[in-house]
């Protein structure tokens, strides 16, 4: 069976990492290498990966610890887990979530059979180990990513050849970041395998979430704007015409986005929050 590599970028999880490697090890597909890129903790995150390392030793899934001496972001830590990765697929995942042990195993096995780029299952919100929230990736997720679908950082498991040496997730974008990747993703692979089960969770608890501990969480607009017209001047004689409209119809859907924004400022700061909610209820109910 081809090897999996499982990139975690972790910033001050002292508190939870044995339980995410613990929960990784439950994974039923093996052989596994766990990619942990430190982003300079100042806690004992570091000395709790080791002592796992120490204590949990298996020819099969295997842990490597990288360490940032500067705090560098996520980004930045992904972009590192990905040069140093050997395995064919890459599996993306936050420190506070978790994969169902049967995930990978059923996006290798449907990749392997289709000799696929792309596999995505679908994914829950888990708070206080009850369901809040499922979210399904089914229907044509070229359209739904192109109006600001988030696919979900862990949910899809990515060929390596397909990103390595081609994509880098953008270190200047601070904020939902996956969106930006994953949209990339998907338009480079022209074609997905689509496994239904909610096989991908997104823990949602009261300490900081990964997003919430590099940066102030604030829209980047143009930046997400030049980040997808680099990518279709990059690749525009890989990606068929119908997937360069979906991409181009990406970008208008940011720049909506970036109108109803600043559209929303102004009604809030002259008219207050309660007319812009009524406006936004009476848009909704049409």
């Given at each position: 069976?081809?090897?999996?590599?499982?990139?975690?970028?972790?910033?001050?999880?002292?508190?939870?990492?044995?339980?995410?490697?613990?929960?990784?090890?439950?994974?039923?597909?093996?052989?596994?290498?766990?990619?942990?890129?430190?982003?300079?903790?100042?806690?004992?995150?570091?000395?709790?990966?080791?002592?796992?390392?120490?204590?949990?030793?298996?020819?099969?899934?295997?842990?490597?610890?990288?360490?940032?001496?500067?705090?560098?972001?996520?980004?930045?830590?992904?972009?590192?887990?990905?040069?140093?990765?050997?395995?064919?697929?890459?599996?993306?995942?936050?420190?506070?979530?978790?994969?169902?042990?049967?995930?990978?195993?059923?996006?290798?096995?449907?990749?392997?059979?289709?000799?696929?780029?792309?596999?995505?299952s679908d994914y829950q919100y888990i708070k206080n180990d009850q369901i809040i929230k499922?979210?399904?990736?089914?229907?044509?997720?070229?359209?739904?990513?192109?109006?600001?679908?988030?696919?979900?950082?862990?949910?899809?498991?990515?060929?390596?050849?397909?990103?390595?040496?081609?994509?880098?997730?953008?270190?200047?974008?601070?904020?939902?970041?996956?969106?930006?990747?994953?949209?990339?993703?998907?338009?480079?692979?022209?074609?997905?395998?689509?496994?239904?089960?909610?096989?991908?969770?997104?823990?949602?608890?009261?300490?900081?979430?990964?997003?919430?501990?590099?940066?102030?969480?604030?829209?980047?607009?143009?930046?997400?704007?030049?980040?997808?017209?680099?990518?279709?001047?990059?690749?525009?004689?890989?990606?068929?015409?119908?997937?360069?409209?979906?991409?181009?119809?990406?970008?208008?859907?940011?720049?909506?986005?970036?109108?109803?924004?600043?559209?929303?400022?102004?009604?809030?700061?002259?008219?207050?929050?309660?007319?812009?909610?009524?406006?936004?209820?009476?848009?909704?109910?049409?």
């Amino acid at each position: 069976m081809p090897l999996v590599s499982i990139i975690i970028p972790i910033f001050n999880r002292e508190e939870i990492i044995e339980k995410t490697l613990k929960k990784l090890r439950e994974q039923i597909y093996r052989p596994l290498e766990v990619i942990i890129v430190d982003d300079a903790s100042t806690d004992k995150t570091v000395q709790k990966i080791n002592k796992f390392i120490q204590n949990f030793h298996e020819e099969k899934f295997k842990i490597n610890l990288y360490i940032n001496e500067v705090n560098k972001g996520g980004c930045y830590s992904r972009n590192y887990g990905i040069l140093h990765s050997k395995g064919k697929y890459i599996q993306f995942l936050d420190s506070d979530d978790f994969l169902n042990p049967i995930k990978i195993s059923d996006q290798v096995t449907s990749l392997e059979k289709s000799k696929g780029f792309l596999a995505v299952s679908d994914y829950q919100y888990i708070k206080n180990d009850q369901i809040i929230k499922k979210c399904r990736n089914d229907g044509n997720l070229f359209k739904r990513v192109s109006l600001g679908w988030s696919i979900y950082t862990s949910s899809p498991l990515i060929k390596a050849a397909l990103i390595k040496n081609n994509l880098k997730w953008n270190e200047k974008i601070l904020f939902l970041q996956d969106k930006d990747f994953l949209f990339k993703v998907l338009m480079l692979a022209g074609k997905y395998n689509y496994i239904p089960g909610f096989t991908s969770n997104y823990v949602q608890h009261d300490n900081n979430q990964i997003s919430d501990l590099y940066k102030i969480k604030k829209p980047q607009f143009f930046t997400i704007i030049l980040s997808r017209l680099n990518f279709i001047v990059s690749f525009f004689f890989k990606l068929n015409f119908k997937i360069i409209l979906y991409s181009l119809l990406g970008i208008l859907q940011i720049l909506i986005e970036f109108n109803f924004y600043y559209l929303k400022k102004f009604i809030i700061i002259f008219f207050g929050e309660k007319i812009f909610f009524k406006i936004k209820k009476i848009i909704r109910n049409n």
